[in-house]
């Protein structure tokens, strides 16, 4: 099993990025997925998740500004990020577990990305 993120990078204050997640070794239609985040010297945080019926929640942080979605037809998992603060600012990682959960709960995913960094920075 394996997890390929992609899209970070430097962004000004109220910027867009689209992060990427590409899985393999499973069935991308059966696993829960989300987006977790670390700053160095803070938790991690989750941030989205996506259950395998379609089914979604996110951080109150970045509720109204981040989205999270699937492309099947891809087999790739997205994360859109609009309006971007500096308190954005951390690597992002992606994960999976083979449940039907919707779960911020890093400790509910077995399998993860390296992660990619997002900075949002004048």
């Known amino acids: 099993v394996q997890l390929v993120e992609s899209g970070g990078g430097l962004v000004q204050p109220g910027g867009s990025l689209r992060l990427s997640c590409a899985p393999s070794g499973f069935t991308f239609g059966d696993v829960a997925m989300a987006w977790f985040r670390q700053v160095p010297g803070k938790e991690r945080e989750g941030v989205a998740a996506?259950?395998?019926?379609?089914?979604?929640t996110y951080a109150d942080s970045v509720k109204g500004r981040f989205t999270i979605s699937k492309d099947y037809a891809k087999s790739t998992l997205y994360l859109q990020m609009n309006s971007l603060k500096p308190e954005d600012t951390a690597m992002y990682y992606c994960?999976?577990?083979?449940?039907?959960?919707?779960?911020?709960?890093?400790?509910?995913?077995?399998?993860w990305g390296q992660g990619t960094q997002v900075t949002v920075s004048s």
């Open positions: 996506i259950n395998p019926l379609g089914a979604t």
């Open positions: 994960a999976a577990e083979s449940r039907l959960w919707l779960s911020l709960t890093g400790t509910n995913y077995n399998y």
